[in-house]
């Protein structure tokens, strides 16, 4: 039996981009790819050009504030082998701001907005930021930070 | 919502979320005569923070806020949680409980789909009384519904490791009854609605989303399929019973309204062969095996896929050795449409008036979008 599409995509990455920082199988279906802010958009372009990721399913961030950071993750899929990639890059929380990836794919406007009021990751040159979810008067902090307090709460 | 500017000799309509056809979402048209020049979601109203919610839940409790997302199609929603849920704590589901799951998720998306004619009836402007049929008829949906699980909306019938209950007795009967009175009632709408020259009219040609387009902008469901790509998630990585049941994934290649109306029906006939399938060929057996009511899940991360009425729905949870989930990321489906929505102006020639029939053939389910 040939290999799965996910364990022929892993390696075929690491050979093609051997400064990404982990590229793993999860399980059957689910591969994840971790780079370096530096090399965010370049493999991000590689990942929809060579490799066939041309359709964004959506993105998110998770908040580690013992460990210092949060991670942007965006989810994509490969219309022809149909596993899921989680595409990761991690931020330190003092230096929260990434390149948009809408420029590589624009659907990724709103999940990027949502990150952003959430857990106030700046995405430079994206289009539109704004509010998404929240009421265009909250001042109540970025909900999904782990450190939260709560609407109206001052830091 | 900031307003973006308005571009010169453009107006700007606000649109909802008062407006009967908007849903509780609000819509800004800005509009060159007749044309719509630009569409600017502004989602939102209903945000509740259910990623939130479910950090401060236990695994079990979180089943129920999860469920709230969409009320039509709780069971396809459920159980994208409970597979997560399952995955991360290591928890086998016997063949039974997978079949009775799978029964559950094609009635509900019946019952989701039935919703969504009874809107696109109603935007057509023709048929007010299409909605009052289908509200009539997704009560048989219900009534079994009520009588398997005890409740006709909010089911929380799937919990870790199984379902809660078994069929009861003479249920597969009562389940091909249905599924035989909703294929002569289909009979009805297809004539009343699909072959309707009024809805003809109104749907065809009106918004189209070529494939290539469709895949690009992260489209799924019905949407993504009314153009042509043959995605499910229940072939893709068949959970629950999906690969043993007979079904094909519906395409329609006109890409319009009508189109993506069309796979909705379509739809519908593989849900009821699916129901008579496994009212006639469950297999026996223990429906759930025994899992800890408050179980601490060790440390990593799981991504959940299935297919609900209204697209890919995602999962993703990560867990950190606590009795709740350290985050849920929730891939809502009717967000990735209605990125879609906002982008269809660019694509096609929209009119003011058509904008009620194109939304409701995207069919977004706000609570949903909002989370």
């Known amino acids: ?155 | 919502m900031t307003e973006p500017v308005i571009e010169p000799d453009i107006m700007r309509i606000s649109w909802g979320p008062q407006h009967p056809m908007s849903g509780q979402t609000r819509i800004l048209l800005d509009v060159d005569g007749e044309k719509v020049h630009r569409i600017i979601a502004d989602l939102g109203f209903t945000h509740r923070g259910i990623e939130k919610i479910l950090e401060n839940r236990t695994f079990l409790q979180g089943i129920i806020p999860m469920e709230r997302m969409v009320m039509a199609d709780t069971p396809n929603i459920g159980l994208g949680y409970v597979a997560a849920i399952e995955e991360a704590l290591g928890i086998e589901v016997p063949e039974r409980a997978h079949w009775i799951r799978s029964l559950l998720c094609e009635m509900a998306r019946i019952n989701s789909h039935l919703y969504a004619f009874g809107l696109q009836a109603e935007s057509t402007g023709y048929f007010p009384a299409v909605f009052l049929w289908t509200t009539v008829d997704r009560a048989v949906i219900l009534d079994l519904f009520e009588e398997l699980t005890g409740a006709r909306w909010s089911l929380n019938f799937f919990l870790p490791g199984g379902v809660h209950a078994d069929l009861p007795e003479g249920f597969e009967e009562k389940v091909i009854e249905g599924a035989q009175y909703m294929r002569r009632r289909f009979a009805n709408y297809w004539v009343a609605m699909v072959e309707n020259a009024t809805f003809e009219m109104r749907c065809n040609d009106v918004a189209v989303l070529k494939p290539e387009d469709a895949i690009r902008l992260g489209a799924t469901g019905p949407v993504l399929r009314g153009s042509g790509v043959a995605m499910d998630v229940r072939k893709d990585e068949p959970y629950a019973a999906y690969g043993d049941l007979d079904f094909e994934v519906i395409t329609e290649s006109a890409c319009d309204s009508m189109a993506r109306t069309k796979v909705r029906f379509r739809e519908i006939g593989q849900s009821l062969n699916m129901m008579e399938q496994i009212a006639n060929e469950i297999p026996g057996g223990p429906i759930k095996t025994r899992a800890p009511l408050f179980a601490r899940a060790k440390a990593g991360e799981v991504l959940s896929r299935v297919e609900t009425g209204r697209g890919e729905l995602g999962v993703h949870m990560f867990t950190d050795g606590g009795m709740n989930p350290y985050r849920v990321k929730i891939n809502s489906p009717s967000l990735r449409n209605m990125y879609v929505f906002e982008r269809l102006a660019e694509l096609d020639e929209i009119l003011v008036a058509d904008i009620p029939v194109v939304i409701n053939s995207i069919d977004p389910w706000y609570l949903d979008s909002d989370r």
């Open chain 1, 1 to 155: 039996m040939s290999k799965p599409p996910e364990e022929t995509f892993v390696e075929a990455l690491k050979s093609a981009h051997p400064d990404v920082e982990s590229a793993e199988v999860l399980r059957h279906k689910r591969a994840s790819v971790v780079v370096k802010r530096e090399a965010f958009i370049e493999v991000a372009r590689s990942l929809r050009d060579d490799f066939g990721f041309t359709h964004p399913v959506s993105g998110g961030a998770i908040d580690y504030p013992k460990e210092n950071r949060m991670q942007m993750m965006y989810y994509l899929m490969n219309p022809e082998s149909r596993f899921t990639l989680i595409y990761r890059v991690d931020l330190p929380r003092d230096d929260l701001t990434l390149p948009t990836l809408t420029q590589v794919w624009k659907a990724m406007s709103f999940h990027e907005r949502e990150a952003h009021e959430m857990f106030g990751i700046e995405f430079e040159g994206h289009p539109n930021m704004i509010p998404l979810l929240l009421p265009p008067d909250w001042r109540g902090g970025h909900p999904l930070r782990k450190d939260f307090k709560g609407e109206g709460v001052e830091e």
